[in-house]
């Protein structure tokens, strides 16, 4: 049977692992401290997750990797792996003794070629997954309201099309035995300061404004916003800080539409080959297409 996400259902309820045909109940296992860590930084809090922030600079793109290091298997998942650093993630995860389950993107990336094909390739057994708005390939669809474990982390996930059509933002959970404060990876729908374009893919400044201003601008102020690219040495926002200081989204809708629509951007140097490779996540199925 293929291999499916584990959904958790908001707590205190029992955790529940979705099959094709039926629903299975899991026991909770409580939360022990541990450290979160981040490229620069550490701080000690009530969780069981391992945090860190990697940086490929040739397309400025962030990639997560999250694990439940309280679990005995340190189950982890990486966010919007990039082809060209896997070997790099690959040696991270197993220097620090984890196993990767699911390799996830955020939306169909134009800027460089996703990792999760390679993943796959060099780490059979791990997942792929993409909303299923995307239109993409993958092992896994999520949609709004899913929720996607990793021992006793979830990340729920939320639809934030208008960069792309198929754009969500995976966040922590609220309860107080999930990390805290609340984490938002936001792919390109937020930026530290910014936003992704909306001129191609399906993108809609109107549907980024209604998304963000729904999604993630409703989430607790001290939510952390990590965002898919940085191009000016940010690491890490706040809802609250983006609420205040974003000079884009601050804006009414009408006002915000016409930034978007006279930025004049450059076309994406990577897009040809980017977008046709990521749509089949990663190129993971060349060799089945080239016989």
Same mark, same amino acid.
């Given at each position: ?17 979705? &099959? ?13 401290? =541990? ?46 792996? =990039?082809?060209?650093? @896997? ?16 390799? /996830?993107?955020?939306? =169909?990336?134009? %800027?460089?070629? !996703? ?5 796959? &390739? ?17 092992? +896994? ?15 729920? @996930? ?10 969500? !933002?995976?966040? !922590? ?9 609340? +984490? ?5 729908? @937020? ?44 690491? =890490?926002? &706040? @809802?609250?800080?983006? +609420? ?5 989204? !601050?804006? %009414? ?6 930034? +978007? ?17 990521? /749509? ?12």
């Amino acid at each position: 049977m293929t291999h499916f996400s584990r959904f958790q259902r908001l707590l205190p309820q029992p955790r529940f692992l979705f &099959t094709q045909s039926r629903v299975l109940q899991q026991p909770l296992i409580r939360a022990r401290t =541990v450290v979160r860590s981040t490229m620069g930084s550490s701080s000690s809090f009530s969780s069981k997750l391992l945090f860190r922030q990697l940086f490929e600079k040739e397309s400025s793109t962030y990639t997560y990797l999250l694990a439940d290091v309280s679990h005995p298997d340190k189950p982890a998942l990486l966010i919007d792996p =990039v082809d060209k650093t @896997v070997d790099r993630d690959l040696k991270l995860i197993n220097e620090l003794g984890l196993k990767l389950i699911y390799a /996830m993107n955020t939306h =169909v990336h134009a %800027d460089h070629v !996703t990792g999760t094909g390679l993943l796959k &390739t060099k780490l059979p057994g791990v997942k792929s997954v993409i909303s299923k708005a995307s239109g993409s390939k993958a092992d +896994m669809f999520v949609g709004p309201g899913d929720k996607v474990s990793i021992g006793d982390i979830y990340l729920e @996930v939320r639809a934030t099309p208008g960069h792309t059509a198929g754009c969500v !933002t995976y966040v !922590t959970g609220e309860e107080a035995d999930q990390p805290q404060p609340r +984490m938002a990876f936001t792919g390109d729908a @937020v930026l530290i300061r910014g936003c992704g374009r909306t001129d191609f893919q399906g993108g809609s400044s109107d549907q980024l404004y209604e998304s963000v201003h729904s999604q993630i601008f409703t989430l607790p102020k001290d939510t952390l916003i990590y965002p898919a690219h940085d191009y000016k040495g940010y690491e =890490v926002s &706040t @809802v609250g800080e983006e +609420m205040q200081h974003n000079p884009r989204l !601050t804006k %009414d809708k009408e006002t915000f539409k016409t930034i +978007m629509s006279n930025l004049n951007l450059a076309y994406p140097k990577m897009i040809d080959v980017a977008v046709p490779a990521n /749509m089949v996540c990663g190129l993971q199925d060349l060799p089945s297409q080239a016989n």
